[in-house]
């Protein structure tokens, strides 16, 4: 049952094999001038920022969606990728690494770069390893800086919350904060917890980035909306109240099951309509209440 559990889960991060990917959309948002958020396929966050110095990319996508982003990159800039920042190991954020950073120094923590090193099993599939241009080639285990276009842009692990290796990427001067999947805007996240997440580190990452930035910082997540300061911290009560809400029922004795046939976050059931439902969050956070 465990097996089948993390193969159902690993499907959706495969990225759609359904869609007809010469389709997708990709809307681009200016957030400041040279610093774009692209939403690829209405699901997951590209970050482009561009400048005299050349062109530097948050997370790649898909494999599948690849050309389509370069080609949208290539419309905001005939600037060449210099340096491509994977947030995290998953295949929804370093798929298209291949394409996009094909030219690029690739910055990630080192979880990152030996997971694409490997050959990957998901099911019956096995996706082979990435070629080494592919792989992070500069690696992050702390924190670090770059000056880039004349912005200043903090790099810093937030260990144990959605994965072992997530960064999260600050740009001083325009007040913006990339998040990677540390935020599901308006969802319930996924906890990949095979790969070194954990539900209530997930929780204290989050309030460690609300009392980190400034009020006016504009967030961005690797899914669903951009947010502002407010938006964070309702989504982390929301959360928060899930959590007693779920512990609650424990404590009265109720089982997985029984929480999952009362809908005890039915209050909540809009935050199940992305990837993770009520049910799997319930299944997320009880072991670890
Ligand atoms: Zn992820």
Not at 13 to 26: A, N, P, T
Not at 99 to 105: H, M, P, S, W
Not at 108 to 130: C, M, W, Y
Not at 177 to 202: E, K, W, Y
């Amino acid at each position: 049952m465990k097996k089948l559990l993390v193969i159902l889960l690993m499907i959706p991060l495969l990225g759609f094999s359904q869609r007809d990917w010469s389709k997708i959309e990709i809307d681009t948002t200016e957030l400041t001038p040279g610093l774009h958020r692209l939403f690829v396929a209405n699901a997951v966050s590209v970050v482009v920022f561009h400048g005299d110095d050349g062109t530097l990319v948050i997370d790649a996508a898909y494999e599948q969606s690849a050309e389509r982003l370069m080609g949208k990159i290539m419309n905001l800039t005939d600037q060449p990728v210099k340096y491509l920042i994977n947030t995290h190991l998953h295949a929804d954020h370093t798929g298209g690494n291949k394409l996009i950073g094909r030219e690029a120094d690739i910055i990630a923590h080192p979880t990152v770069k030996e997971f694409l090193s490997q050959e990957q099993r998901r099911g019956d599939n096995i996706i082979p390893a990435f070629p080494e241009y592919a792989v992070p080639n500069i690696l992050v285990d702390d924190n670090m800086d770059l000056e880039f276009n004349g912005e200043r842009i903090q790099i810093t692990h937030l260990p144990g919350g959605h994965t072992e290796g997530d960064l999260i990427v600050y740009f001083q001067e325009a007040n913006v904060a990339v998040l990677g999947d540390l935020l599901f805007a308006g969802f319930f996240p996924f906890v990949d917890t095979n790969n070194g997440g954990h539900p209530v580190q997930f929780m204290e990452n989050v309030e460690r980035i609300i009392n980190l930035f400034p009020a006016e910082v504009t967030f961005i997540g690797g899914h669903g909306p951009i947010f502002n300061h407010d938006d964070l911290q309702n989504w982390h009560n929301d959360l928060a109240q899930t959590f007693a809400v779920v512990r609650e029922a424990r404590d009265r004795g109720l089982s997985i099951e029984e929480m999952k046939n009362q809908r005890i976050l039915k209050k909540w059931e809009e935050m199940g309509n992305f990837f993770i439902t009520e049910d799997r969050w319930i299944e997320t956070i009880y072991p670890y209440l």
